[in-house]
């Protein structure tokens, strides 16, 4: 279970075969070429009142993704839970959907973007007739996916019951109260559950997204992306960063400089009096700013760094695993063996195994 970068260790399952980067053998001369595999199909369920913003997510993301040969690995297709035709929107114009609910019966991944307009699944968490009959065409094993209060349809419909959750942070009290068998956590960006992700409001879509190409293809991709997109590969914190809170005072210290420092000494041994001191703070104020800003503890924020170190690291690299261990911070082999297994659900070798591949080109 992935709780974004800000949550506690989570398990990736290994990504979907039909979507793994395809590489090129030696063939007799004339013999048939392999068959190319084809791209992970992305299927966006738009509703009345979606937010164009969010409705636009999967395909800027997922349509951007390409191997090292330049091959797509995902088609992105927008459809309606009526025939086609135009769906409202929360803006001042609608959108023209091309397919109707007969597409999700051809989804590898379906999206469900937030709506206004969810009536009797916000109010009363249950499904209109003619959701339950769109989302009865889902094939077994469809990997579900709701960004910010998209997760409402997941949960109305069973998907997420007695599963970790997550949903913009305003109405996670409101969806927890509607769907008592969800275990919601709204202080994290997004929440990996293997076949069933949910993310917080908005842009946490973006990353919940650039996790999936993580999680499918690697960092390398998924970096690219997030280049052609202009947005970080991965943020840092939870939601708890962006809930109102009285403004600080000017003259209020951060802890920027320290998080800045640490990213830079990660291969050495860091302690949280290392980072107090790095912002003239006493431990126990370091501790309690830092979580204020960031979301989580400093020690937790450390070791996500490290590990999203060694990833790059695995991917990028032919270093063995004792020079991995001591250049992301973890000292021995065994003991980033220990932090990635717990993270990742998976030992450094498999994981390097998966995910190294060709460079995405520039």
């Known amino acids: 279970m992935?709780?974004?970068?800000?949550?506690?260790?989570?398990?990736?399952?290994?990504?979907?075969?039909?979507?793994?980067?395809?590489?090129?053998?030696?063939?007799?001369?004339?013999?048939?070429?392999?068959?190319?595999?084809?791209?992970?199909?992305?299927?966006?369920?738009?509703?009345?009142?979606?937010?164009?913003?969010?409705?636009?997510?999967?395909q800027r993301i997922f349509g951007r993704a390409a191997d090292s040969a330049g091959r797509k690995l995902y088609e992105v297709?927008?459809?309606?839970?009526?025939p086609p035709g135009p769906v409202r929107t929360d803006a001042d114009f609608a959108v023209l959907v091309e397919n109707g609910p007969e597409a999700l019966a051809t989804a590898d991944t379906v999206i469900v973007p937030a709506s206004y307009e969810l009536g009797p699944v916000h109010d009363e968490g249950v499904l209109t007739p003619e959701l339950a009959a769109a989302l009865a065409r889902l094939r077994p094993g469809t990997r579900m996916v709701s960004i910010c209060t998209g997760g409402y349809v997941l949960a109305a419909a069973g998907f997420l019951d007695g599963r970790p959750a997550t949903t913009h942070w305003s109405s996670a009290e409101h969806f927890q109260r509607t769907f008592p068998r969800v275990e919601v956590d709204a202080d994290v960006l997004f929440i990996d559950d293997g076949d069933?992700?949910?993310?917080?409001?908005?842009?946490?879509?973006?990353?919940l997204c650039l996790h999936i190409v993580r999680r499918d293809h690697g960092t390398a991709v998924a970096n690219d992306v997030a280049r052609r997109t202009v947005?970080?590969?991965?943020?840092?914190?939870?939601?708890?960063?962006?809930?109102?809170?009285?403004?600080?005072?000017?003259?209020?210290?951060?802890?920027?400089?320290?998080?800045?420092?640490?990213?830079?000494?990660?291969?050495?041994?860091?302690?949280?009096?290392?980072?107090?001191?790095?912002?003239?703070?006493?431990?126990r104020t370091f501790t309690r700013r830092f979580r204020e800003e960031v979301g989580v503890s400093p020690g937790q924020w450390l070791a996500q760094q490290r590990v999203e170190r060694a990833r790059q690291l695995l991917e990028s690299t032919e270093l063995s695993m004792d020079r991995v261990a001591r250049d992301a911070g973890f000292g021995t082999a065994q003991s980033m063996r220990q932090h990635l297994t717990a993270a990742l659900g998976v030992s450094p070798t498999v994981y390097r195994r998966t995910f190294r591949a060709t460079a995405v080109p520039r």
Do not use: K, N
Request: aromatic share 2%; with cysteine; net charge positive.
């Open 2 to 58: 992935a709780r974004s970068q800000t949550s506690a260790p989570h398990r990736e399952t290994a990504p979907h075969r039909e979507t793994a980067p395809h590489r090129e053998s030696a063939r007799p001369s004339g013999a048939v070429p392999p068959r190319t595999p084809r791209p992970h199909r992305v299927v966006v369920l738009a509703l009345d009142g979606c937010l164009p913003f969010e409705l636009g997510i999967p």
């Open 196 to 207: 069933v992700l949910t993310s917080a409001g908005v842009a946490a879509g973006i990353d």
């Open 231 to 283: 947005v970080p590969p991965h943020r840092d914190g939870g939601q708890a960063q962006y809930i109102h809170r009285p403004v600080p005072e000017p003259q209020t210290a951060t802890t920027s400089a320290a998080r800045a420092w640490a990213l830079a000494h990660l291969h050495e041994p860091i302690q949280l009096r290392d980072l107090a001191c790095r912002e003239s703070m006493s431990v």
């Open 77 to 82: 297709a927008t459809c309606s839970v009526r």
